[in-house]
């Protein structure tokens, strides 16, 4: 593309943008609005099919299995396909992430498949999620500059949440309606409709001719590569960490919240409200911080607002009654915020031709870590109980934060800025 949106043009640092701003330049639109459904569509998917791997085998393992290859397996996909994410036109990979997906939940759908074969099937996709989203997120970060892409970042994170939930719930609704394969047969035709959109709606943006090589050689070789000196690059690999690890103390203690109702013996349906409130918290946190807070000061508050997300599991040491644990878990949820203030430090850290593969290495550690927290409580909870367990998750929040803190003193934003100047500037004369 040769022109640039006006969020592109010479942003300031200090300057705060607004997310109708954001939502006004209608490439960034168009990725947003498919990506809600596309994540309607993935949680639709997932449920769905673990409710359908229970009801034909009756085990519970399995079921709990059909859900977790959809997240586990993309860490994987990261390290070993991540580089096509800047070799191939991004345009095309949307297309082709959201036609795989589609073309999966409709094999689920109308195949009698082997649970083994389905299995595998819901891991490809989560192979390949990586590859799609970085392409996607690469594009954001093409078409969205300063504060503009700070706040179009938040705005996908809390279309991930809300999208999440909301499929979950329909999940629900449409089982229940109409069976699941009808379910997945829906999932299938939403995916389906947003590859078409993406192909007619969405300007194609060629790939650089030093990005481009040969995609069908060396792919996993590059990927292994790339992976490896991004997690080699101190800055890189401290704010990959710095995003990763609280989030998955969280997610550990989210996972216990369905056993702390039930050993406290609250209401049936209890553990629905508790689960809602740390997302309900997350979006109230993301437009808090984001429509109110200068990016200076977004950046300020990083460690304050990964306490805010630690310090109130520590509450759960005294066992709260239900709606103290509500209130507590709003206000962890309000702390997921500290991401905002990172957005713009870790884009400029990354290098000129790697951002795709970066940001979905990015997206994948989250996912995996997300499987990996509540099974590590969860062993954890058996020793010394779900309150526990949720408290010392918190002390692991609070843990990073003065890890974070440690660091940030000494390597302030605008430091990762002069950096990325320095770095565009010897690449200018080089080329």
Not at 369 to 397: E, K, N, Y
Not at 400 to 425: E, F, G, I, M, Y
Request: hydrophobic content about 50%.
């Amino acid at each position: 593309m040769t022109t640039a949106p006006p969020s592109s043009a010479a942003p300031s640092a200090e300057r705060r943008t607004t997310y109708r701003e954001v939502l006004a330049e209608p490439r960034f639109r168009l990725l947003f609005l498919t990506r809600v459904v596309g994540i309607t569509a993935g949680s639709l998917r997932i449920t769905t099919f673990s409710v359908l791997v229970f009801t034909g085998t009756g085990s519970a393992l399995l079921s709990a299995l059909a859900f977790g290859a959809g997240f586990l397996p993309q860490l994987f996909g990261s390290l070993l396909f991540g580089s096509l994410a800047d070799r191939l036109p991004p345009r095309a990979l949307i297309v082709g992430g959201f036609v795989l997906e589609g073309a999966v939940a409709a094999l689920l759908a109308l195949g009698r498949l082997p649970t083994a074969a389905g299995l595998a099937l819901v891991a490809l996709v989560a192979l390949a999620a990586p590859v799609f989203n970085g392409a996607s997120a690469r594009l954001v970060a093409h078409w969205l500059r300063g504060d503009a892409y700070v706040l179009g970042r938040s705005l996908n994170t809390m279309a991930s949440s809300g999208a999440q939930l909301f499929g979950l719930a329909l999940g629900g609704v449409v089982v229940e309606a109409l069976g699941p394969r009808q379910a997945l047969a829906l999932g299938a035709a939403l995916n389906l409709l947003c590859a078409a959109a993406v192909r007619w709606r969405l300007p194609r943006v060629p790939v650089e001719r030093e990005d481009r090589g040969n995609a069908s050689v060396g792919t996993v070789r590059d990927s292994l590569r790339g992976g490896g000196t991004l997690l080699r690059d101190r800055a890189v690999r401290r704010l990959l960490l710095a995003q990763w690890l609280p989030s998955a103390f969280v997610t550990g203690a989210e996972g216990l919240i369905v056993a702390y109702t039930g050993t406290r013996g609250f209401p049936p349906g209890s553990y629905a409200i508790l689960l809602a409130c740390l997302p309900v918290g997350m979006i109230v946190g993301d437009l808090l911080v984001g429509r109110l807070l200068r990016p200076p000061a977004r950046e300020r508050l990083v460690v304050p607002l990964i306490a805010l997300m630690g310090a109130p599991l520590l509450g759960f040491a005294a066992e709260p009654s239900r709606p103290l644990a509500a209130a507590l878990l709003l206000c962890t949820g309000c702390g997921f915020a500290y991401g905002l203030g990172l957005q713009r430090e870790f884009l400029a850290v990354l290098p000129e031709h790697g951002q795709g593969q970066a940001f979905g290495l990015l997206g994948s550690g989250h996912m995996t870590l997300q499987g990996v927290g509540p099974v590590c409580f969860g062993a954890i909870a058996a020793a010394s109980g779900t309150g526990g367990a949720m408290a010392l998750a918190g002390a692991g929040a609070l843990l990073t934060a003065t890890w974070v803190l440690s660091w940030r003193r000494d390597n302030p934003p605008a430091a990762a800025d002069r950096r990325a100047a320095q770095r565009k500037a010897g690449a200018q004369q080089v080329s």
